[in-house]
């Protein structure tokens, strides 16, 4: 019986786990690099231990620190959150032989998943659809043409270990074909270390859906429903939103049947996602499977109403899963917007900083998962996502009005974020017809011009001016002798008022 968890993670997904063990009973154990010892998990955790320096290579990424913090802290199981070391089949092995549970499928699956190429061959054996392409690797300059010619233009050139848009390339035409093929094997190898690179058709104009899995080790299987991920900049998701405006209950049925299959093909247990790519005439393609939970989980547990965290810790403690599939269904509509430190006028470039006022957004129907609070000063050093705004409503118009309504209150003041560019999606015409793929902010260039926020910038002033104001009458107060020229208040009362202005 898992007793106590520690999380290999931080931010906003390490508290998300946290909170579910705390329901649980089970204690929680957060690890922090030098930049983080104020960081919201730390506060939160049961127990803490400190894993290094700032830089996540020699902290969140660093196995054997992490490992030693779970067996000193005497940790029965670790759960690894998205990102670092989540799909890390070396980090899940050196658990297993250290006797602690990995919350997370086996190695084994994560290799088979982890690298794209073996993926798709994995699928095509299993007979789930994949996109037309290549099975093997590309080595051979010489036979480039003939393999393109043979896929037809326009195609893509993908990195088997890839991710996040690096080591890829569209090729559109022939003259095109070497140059982009010697560019992606150049960024895979430096940015995975491994060049081998791959080619299959490119989908114009796809969606980009995905379907989360659950499994456990007694052989059961199911999916949760899909989530319509196409809103994205550069390959990186923005929102997400359950159920996709495209689905159909025919096509869903096919594509959950086709995503439990990938699942069961790798003997999978635990939470995981299918992606795929779907055209306009719902021909849908197997893209990836991401072996963790993703961070656009809320919004199926919002739908579903499972906590896919707590079903994850059940699944790895060796009991089955608590549905099957037929007692599993969607409720109403849920959206999910990723808000982060970044500046949208200034091409998203990153905003950290102290944050010097949060206000979050409440009322039905509104979750906000996040991590900073007020005099938190968010760290250079890792991904600037801030929080995760989630709304649900009874239908998708009023889960948008609904989202309207929470960005417009949600006030951040210190840094840059994105809350302003989400607001412009939301009110997209295309967005709110459900009308969109993954070229929606191509299409609908609009979205990217951001107005000044008139009344956030009022309002700081008057708070600025305010601050003056009071600081100086404070001052004033303190220093000015009384008529008499004696201090009539109390010794007591002099130093409270001394240190109110030295706090300001």
Known sequence: MIRKILVANRGEIAVRVMRSCREMGIQS??????????????????????????????????????????????????????????????????????????????????????????????????????????????????KLKETADSIGYPIMIKASAGGGGKGMRLVREESELVSSYRRARSEAGSAFGNDVVYMEKYIESPHHIEFQVMADEHGNTVHLFERECSVQRRHQKVIEETPSPLMTPELRAQMGEQAVAAAQSVNYVGAGTVEFLVDNDHNFYFLEMNTRLQVEHPITERVTGVDLVKVQIMVANGEELPFKQEELTQTGHAIECRIYAEDPKNNFMPSPGLIKHITEPLGLGVRTDGYVYEGYEIPIYYDPMISKLIVWAQTRGEAIERMKRALYEYKISGVKNTIPFLKRIMEAEDFASGNYDTHFIEKNPEVMEIPSDCNQECEDMALFIAYLDYTEKMKKLVSEPTENGKNESSPWKEFARRKSVLRL
């Open 29 to 142: 154990v957060a690890v922090f690099s030098e930049a983080d010892r104020s960081a919201m998990h730390v506060r939160y955790a049961d127990e803490a231990c400190f894993i290094g320096p700032s830089p996540s290579s020699e902290s969140y990424l660093n196995i054997d620190k992490i490992m030693d913090a779970a067996v000193k802290s005497g940790a029965d199981a670790i759960h690894p959150g998205y990102g670092f070391l989540s799909e890390n089949a070396e980090f899940a092995r050196r658990v297993a032989e250290a006797g602690l549970i990995f919350i997370g499928p086996s190695p084994d699956a994560i290799l088979a998943m982890g690298d794209k190429l073996t993926a798709r061959k994995i699928m095509m054996d299993a007979g789930v659809s994949v996109v037309p392409g290549t099975r093997d690797l590309i080595e051979d300059e010489d």
